[in-house]
């Protein structure tokens, strides 16, 4: 198999002349033929008996020329790609069959897509932004509140009446010009004060009360209700209070400490939040300047890309995000119908991503050839090893499903945003 000819047919579109030695093209048909030889029947023949010869005279010499063509093609296809020098991209092929025949040389003409040619300049010295990370007294004490709450227990409370915050437990029941309507009673309802979660008016109104208290709340629905026959009505909804409840929190000293955490008093596990918070938000402030970096250098690129990169990355994003929806135990079909989109329709929502992906790709491959940026076996080596240990797995059974030039691929791209980093000027943010 060989490429005969490569040629620019128009933007991002090569045609490829490719030929396959009569040679191997007749060893391909001898293999085609003693594959469907078994289901074929010749009278005067059994089943899958009758020689070639009779074969070919009953349906024609031509009979297995189209399967003897798809044996041959993708492997001629992949090696006279490669032969080109050229980055295919998965998209439409064109084939256009030249010459075909028994001791003749298969010859095919096929048109691809590929990569396109991109320029990029002064990527060097971008200049950022970031952030002084800072950590207060206030920002611990809010995540010890957290963990507070996270450890609380209701307790009921009887000296007092109630207020903003408390859980109150309530029989209620509504009318409207003194008649009940449909969902507006219930008994032992528990609800939280200030919540917002009833009609506005309602809870306010239940503040001050004590238990064991019976009282009316006078309220308006909303003129945008859900029920259109409640609509701006005014309501009377008579209250019984049976309990108030309130959340009591764990006192914080080294006894809370050791239960919630493997340190043993106050001031380390203060000072171990005051890291993780610290470590949390210098992640953040990183990730703002690298997708300020991305912005730059997107803008940056120059080029014609073809619309099947990005058809190919949204594709790609939805794929994932079916997988995302499976380990939450929906599927796709399920989730179109819960919220009306087609699977178009979705695709559409990924394609800013898709495009920024693309584009950023294409960026860092391009400053990557600039730069001479290459990937070492210990780079390949070391990438095995980190994600062996990620997947929890051998490393030799990592090999054997990412291929290392594609690794390699990865790891330069890789390098290439460490070397714009690493080049950017940072400037602190007001």
């Given at each position: 198999?060989?490429?005969?000819?490569?040629?620019?047919?128009?933007?991002?579109?090569?045609?490829?002349?490719i030929v396959v030695p009569a040679a191997d093209f007749d060893a391909a048909m001898t293999k085609v033929f003693q594959r469907e030889n078994k289901k074929i029947t010749i009278p005067g023949f059994r089943k899958g008996k009758a020689p070639r010869a009779f074969v070919e005279k009953y349906y024609g010499e031509s009979a297995f020329y189209e399967d003897t063509v798809n044996m041959l093609y993708p492997a001629a296809l992949e090696e006279a790609v490669k032969e080109s020098g050229l980055d295919m991209i998965e998209d439409k092929i064109d084939f256009d069959l030249v010459q075909i025949g028994k001791g003749k040389d298969l010859e095919f003409k096929v048109k691809i897509t590929v990569k396109p040619e991109v320029?990029?300049?002064?990527?060097?010295?971008?200049?950022?932004?970031?952030?002084?990370?800072?950590?207060?007294?206030?920002?611990?004490?809010?995540?010890?509140?957290?963990?507070?709450?996270?450890?609380?227990?209701?307790?009921?409370?009887?000296?007092?009446?109630?207020?903003?915050?408390?859980?109150?437990?309530?029989?209620?029941?509504g009318s409207v010009d003194g008649v009940h309507f449909d969902g507006g009673k219930a008994e032992n309802y528990s609800l939280e004060l200030g919540s917002g979660s009833f009609i506005p008016g309602f809870e306010d109104q239940i503040v001050g009360h004590n238990t064991g208290d019976e009282f009316d709340v006078n309220v308006k629905f909303p003129d945008d209700y859900h029920a259109e026959e409640l609509k701006g009505k005014d309501a009377v909804f008579a209250i019984k209070l049976h309990e108030i409840k309130k959340k009591e929190l764990p006192q914080v000293d080294d006894d809370f400490v050791k239960d919630v955490s493997e340190f043993d008093t106050v001031d380390a596990y203060r000072a171990d939040l005051k890291d993780k918070l610290?470590?949390?938000?210098?992640?953040?402030?990183?990730?703002?300047a690298d997708n300020q970096?991305?912005?730059?250098?997107?803008?940056?690129?120059?080029?014609?890309?073809?619309?099947?990169?990005?058809?190919?990355?949204?594709?790609?994003?939805?794929?994932e995000f079916a997988y995302r929806l499976q380990s939450q135990g929906l599927d796709m079909k399920t989730y179109m119908q819960y919220t009306g989109?087609?699977?178009?329709?979705?695709?559409?929502?990924?394609?800013?991503?898709?495009?920024?992906?693309?584009?950023i790709r294409l960026a860092l491959e391009k400053i990557a050839v600039l730069e001479n940026v290459e990937a070492t076996d210990e780079d390949v080596e070391n990438e095995y090893n980190k994600l062996a240990e990620a997947y929890k797995m051998e490393a030799d059974k990592v090999k054997s499903f990412i291929p290392a030039e594609e690794l390699k691929k990865d790891i330069v791209v890789q390098k290439a945003i460490e070397l714009v980093r690493d080049s950017a000027v940072v400037k602190a943010a007001e």
């Open positions: 198999m060989s490429l005969k000819e490569s040629n620019k047919v128009e933007t991002n579109r090569y045609e490829l002349t320029s990029i300049e002064g990527y060097k010295g971008l200049e950022v932004t970031k952030p002084e990370v800072v950590v207060t007294d206030e920002d611990i004490d809010n995540e010890v509140k957290k963990v507070q709450e996270r450890n609380s227990r209701m307790v009921t409370v009887e000296d007092r009446a109630a207020e903003n915050g408390d859980i109150t437990v309530i029989d209620f029941d610290t470590t949390a938000r210098q992640n953040k402030v990183n990730d703002d970096i991305i912005d730059q250098l997107v803008e940056k690129l120059q080029g014609e890309i073809p619309e099947a990169m990005y058809v190919n990355r949204m594709n790609e994003d939805v794929q989109q087609t699977e178009d329709s979705i695709r559409e929502q990924f394609r800013p991503q898709a495009e920024r992906q693309v584009k």
